[in-house]
């Protein structure tokens, strides 16, 4: 199994939460670990890099907890957790779980804050899968628009139809050992003058 390494956001009011977290999470599988006393701290935070994981420990001293989970989550490949004292977890457990906000009912244990770190782990991963498939249909699509681009001009500057067009690229890409989207560059660089 490959050592996964997650950059981590600690926001708290409490300096007890930010020593006991910091002692949960090893440098190697968290090389990045940033403490915020207050959301507007967070938010700094937030605009300046790109965070793995995000635990929030509610109620907080100048803002709601809730709304800034909730704000995080929205970031790319993000995954928040929220801890809520027990008597309003599960309100605001309802209101957070479509979000897809992990909640944890405070007073917990060290235990359990490992297992959900694990649980983080794993949802971050699922979320960098989603990412590389999605990078990956990107690509196809944008290799797609620049072959039909290239199929276009050689139909209308060569008059070729679009099959013929379609396999003089195909051809191209074959003998010259390059990829159809190279071989289209080079069409469109020629005839785009």
Same mark, same amino acid.
Request: with cysteine.
């Given at each position: ?12 009011s ?14 190697s599988?968290?090389? %990045? ?6 959301v ?5 935070? @937030?605009? !300046? $890099?790109?965070? &793995?994981? /995000?635990?929030?420990?509610t ?10 989970a909730?704000e ?19 309100e ?10 992990f ?18 782990? %794993? ?12 990078? @990956?249909? !990107? $690509?196809?699509? &944008?290799? /797609? ?10 139909i ?38």
């Amino acid at each position: 199994m490959k050592d996964l390494a997650y950059n981590v956001l600690l926001l708290s009011s409490s300096s007890t939460f930010h020593a006991v977290l910091k002692s949960l999470l090893p440098p190697s599988n968290y090389p %990045s670990v940033c403490s915020a006393y207050s959301v507007r701290t967070a938010k700094e935070f @937030l605009n !300046e $890099q790109q965070f &793995d994981l /995000i635990l929030v420990d509610t109620p907080l001293a100048d803002a709601s907890g809730k709304l800034f989970a909730l704000e995080a989550c929205r970031k790319k490949g993000t995954v928040v957790l929220l801890f809520i004292k027990q008597e309003l977890f599960d309100e605001v457990n309802d209101e957070v779980i479509e979000h897809g906000i992990f909640t944890l009912a405070k007073p917990t244990s060290r235990s359990i804050i490992t297992q959900a770190l694990k649980w983080m782990g %794993s949802a971050r991963e699922h979320l960098r899968l989603s990412e590389n498939e999605t990078h @990956l249909i !990107e $690509q196809k699509i &944008d290799d /797609i628009r620049i072959i039909n681009r290239a199929k276009w001009l050689l139909i209308s500057e060569l008059k070729m139809n679009e099959t013929d067009a379609h396999h003089y690229i195909e051809k191209q890409a074959m003998d010259r050992c390059l990829s159809k989207r190279q071989i289209a560059e080079d069409i469109i660089r020629m005839y785009s003058l």
